[in-house]
């Protein structure tokens, strides 16, 4: 499976790193810290769809801007709504 481009992983993150907010990516039976790179770097595939589970005092932005960046690099998101 193709690998997401490296500046789609690196726009993530960093993305993720403006919340306070607990951002978690979830692949079948795996859970990602969005704000590390490493874990992208080795978990997300563009060919894949992910959950999105954001927990914390800024949860709603940091689900709209989430959404927003995984649709500009056309890689496939559910946001998850507790």
């Given at each position: 499976?193709?690998?997401?481009?490296?500046?789609?992983?690196?726009?993530?993150?960093?993305?993720?790193?403006k919340f306070r907010s607990s951002i978690v990516l979830?692949?079948?039976?795996?859970?990602?810290?969005?704000?590390?790179?490493?874990?992208?770097?080795?978990?997300?595939?563009?060919?894949?769809?992910?959950?999105?589970?954001?927990?914390?005092?800024?949860?709603?932005?940091?689900?709209?801007?989430?959404?927003?960046?995984?649709?500009?690099?056309?890689?496939?998101?559910?946001?998850?709504?507790?």
């Amino acid at each position: 499976m193709p690998s997401a481009n490296n500046a789609a992983i690196v726009e993530i993150s960093q993305t993720a790193n403006k919340f306070r907010s607990s951002i978690v990516l979830q692949y079948d039976n795996k859970y990602i810290d969005v704000k590390s790179i490493l874990g992208l770097f080795t978990t997300l595939l563009s060919s894949s769809t992910y959950d999105l589970h954001v927990h914390g005092p800024d949860a709603q932005e940091a689900k709209i801007a989430m959404a927003e960046v995984f649709a500009k690099h056309e890689l496939g998101v559910n946001v998850v709504e507790d």
